[in-house]
């Protein structure tokens, strides 16, 4: 069993997140690898860096990042002035998956939104991906809504 750590990420682990967004077929088509860096991803890092409402997260098994999510702490007048916690870009290394990781990784996302004080917790996954659907109903989660995107 491996002994994974949930933190926020460092800028010096930002070429292992982009890493792990490219290695999906998705993910592939709308992300690049390249040294160094594209300056675009640093920008984004740094962004959500300093906004307090945006955590970006690793997993880390020793010293390598083996999976990553984003939490946007949303607010909200609905609901009564409820707080939304937003999952996205969510990412387990292929040689981690189906180990229980990315479950870990959920449970802990789902702990801290708790303890910002979000109602609930939500997320957009692509209807491409009925691996990820499957998963993401076994953690709970319901399809209740149909999502809407516009590529700008």
Known sequence: MHHIIFRTALLEDLPAIVALLVDDELG????TVSSP???RYVAAFKAIEADRNQRLVVAIDGEAVIGTLQISFIPGVARRGAWRGQIEAVRIAAPFRSTGIGQQL??????ECRLRGCKLVQLTTDKARPDAHRFYEKLGFVASHEG???IL
């Open 28 to 31: 592939s088509q709308r992300e």
């Open 37 to 39: 860096l594209d300056e």
């Open 106 to 111: 959920f449970e802990w996302a789902i702990s």
């Open 148 to 150: 809407y995107k516009l």
